[in-house]
């Protein structure tokens, strides 16, 4: 077990709401990493948080935005929601040291229907 | 710009036949690239890391710059190989993982 929850497994929104979904990194971990996981697709980087800044930005409008609390849990929110943000939400946890490669180990993610 | 490609959706062999998944990166810089696995109804886990040089559960994978190819290899596949693979390049800036489409194998009895 890796130590890194999701919540909550699963949710249904309809357009124009807005979502918050969390994630509890693991013990010792400092980087908070927030992915998006369409149908058929592999994970598509939204942001990353290293001890409470953002530390890293993909190509997702600003209505997607987070955050990262002093013991390093993550909260990611999408405003206005859209139909096609419904996706698998994948969060990692890792820990950042200026060291490259350091392991991400991912929650079990949040799975987003927007109707 | 920075891309992953899995040219393989689908990969289908039978127990105790080779297996390669292949993956092929552009990236501008050194590259730190990883296989990640996804079993059914589990979370995505590391499986291994080109920088690590290991066998993990038998596989292998071998950077090749001149090709920029990250194929993932094992010589004698098993039923529980049968997984969702993903290949991942880190981008340096800020360690953030660039994904393949991914590539579902199956391994046949």
């Known amino acids: 077990e890796t130590g890194v929850t999701q919540s909550p497994t699963h949710l249904i929104k309809t357009r124009g709401q807005q979502v918050t979904l969390r994630c509890s990194s693991q013990?010792?971990?400092?980087?908070v990493s927030w992915y998006q996981q369409a149908l058929g697709q592999g994970p598509q980087f939204i942001f990353q948080y290293y001890r409470e800044e953002e530390n890293g930005r993909g190509n997702f409008p600003p209505r997607f935005s987070g955050l990262q609390f002093p013991n390093y849990s993550s909260e990611l929110n999408v405003n206005a929601l859209e139909l096609d943000d419904s996706a698998l939400y994948l969060c990692a946890s890792s820990l950042l040291q200026g060291v490259r490669g350091t392991e991400a180990f991912f929650g079990q993610g949040t799975r987003l229907t927007v109707v | 710009a920075q891309r992953v490609t899995q040219p393989e959706k689908l990969l289908s062999v039978f127990k105790g036949a080779p297996v390669e998944l292949k993956c092929n990166y552009s990236y501008s810089g050194s590259p730190e690239l990883f296989w990640y696995v996804q079993y059914s109804r589990q979370r995505l886990q590391l499986l291994l890391r080109?920088?690590?040089?290991?066998s993990i559960k038998g596989f292998t994978a071998d950077l090749n710059k001149g090709e920029t190819s990250f194929h993932l290899k094992k010589p004698f596949a098993q039923e529980e190989d049968s997984a969702m693979y993903y290949c991942a390049l880190i981008k340096d800036s800020n360690y953030q993982l660039i994904w393949g489409a991914g590539t579902k194998l199956i391994i046949k009895p």
């Open positions: 080109h920088i690590s040089r290991e």
């Open positions: 013990s010792g971990h400092n980087t």
